[in-house]
């Protein structure tokens, strides 16, 4: 992970170098802090993946060495099919059209959107996936 966090480092420091560019060249209060935004966000994906890579150890792929045979084993959990989201969705869907058409509807929707995160977190611990 060293190699993703020093292109990231870099991308942040090409845009720390853009933002005051463009700030001096077009005077943009809304581009230069999209820039600076983006600066930022770099920096910190950069400072998180250098903190990573600090405490993995080599991977296989960051290695000359390697064979295939070593990147083997168990990659991770995927999760199946979730419904989730969807509501999720809705729910979201809901809260916007309550802000346009009227607070009790966003209510409702803020109600929803509670039992749908509450079922999406939960939802390893009951029903079909449970484990």
Do not use: N
């Amino acid at each position: 992970m060293r190699v993703e966090a020093w292109v990231i480092g870099l991308v942040a420091a090409f845009f720390g170098v853009v933002s005051p560019v463009y700030w001096l060249l077009t005077g943009d209060e809304t581009g230069t802090s999209a820039l600076v935004m983006t600066t930022l966000l770099a920096a910190l994906m950069a400072f998180f993946l250098g903190v990573v890579a600090k405490q993995l150890p080599d991977r296989p792929e960051d290695r000359l060495e390697a064979d295939v045979v070593d990147g083997a084993g168990e990659v991770g959990f995927f999760p199946p099919y979730s419904w989730w989201p969807l509501y999720g969705a809705l729910a979201l869907g809901t809260c916007v059209m309550g802000v346009i058409f009227g607070w009790w509807l966003f209510i409702i929707g803020v109600a929803v959107g509670a039992v749908v995160l509450v079922g999406f977190v939960f939802e390893y611990y009951r029903g079909y996936h449970a484990h």
